[in-house]
């Protein structure tokens, strides 16, 4: 059983920062990438940043230059750095990580809201 465990999310000044985290436990012993969407009220789930091992990392233009992914293959944990955190991406951000068969595995989702 696949578990993925995220860190707890907050409230942030617009302009701050904040780290997620997600690290996976159970009986796959690594995964081909990991990952986070998000998902604010009323709008559809918006990808957010993959990073693929060994360590390509892709975001779209709305997060890129101000958020970073990496991650520990070791502890199969990855890490979200938000920096420059508008107002706008004030979500649920949810985890997941994808299996080398494609097997997608989710986290349990924590709210980011930035906010003055």
Not at 47 to 68: E, M
Not at 72 to 91: F, H, I, R, W
């Amino acid at each position: 059983q696949v578990q993925l465990v995220e860190s707890r999310g907050g409230l942030v000044q617009p302009g701050g920062s904040l780290r997620l985290s997600c690290a996976a436990s159970g009986s796959i012993f690594g995964f081909a990438a990991m990952g986070w969407y998000r998902q604010a009220p009323g709008k559809q789930r918006e990808w957010v940043a993959t990073i693929i091992r060994p360590g390509t990392t892709n975001y779209p233009d709305s997060v890129k230059g101000r958020f970073a992914i990496s991650r520990d293959v070791a502890k199969n944990t990855a890490y979200l750095q938000m920096n420059s955190l508008k107002p706008e991406d004030t979500a649920v951000y949810l985890c997941y990580a994808q299996a080398g068969n494609g097997n997608r595995y989710w986290g349990q989702g924590t709210q980011v809201t930035v906010s003055s």
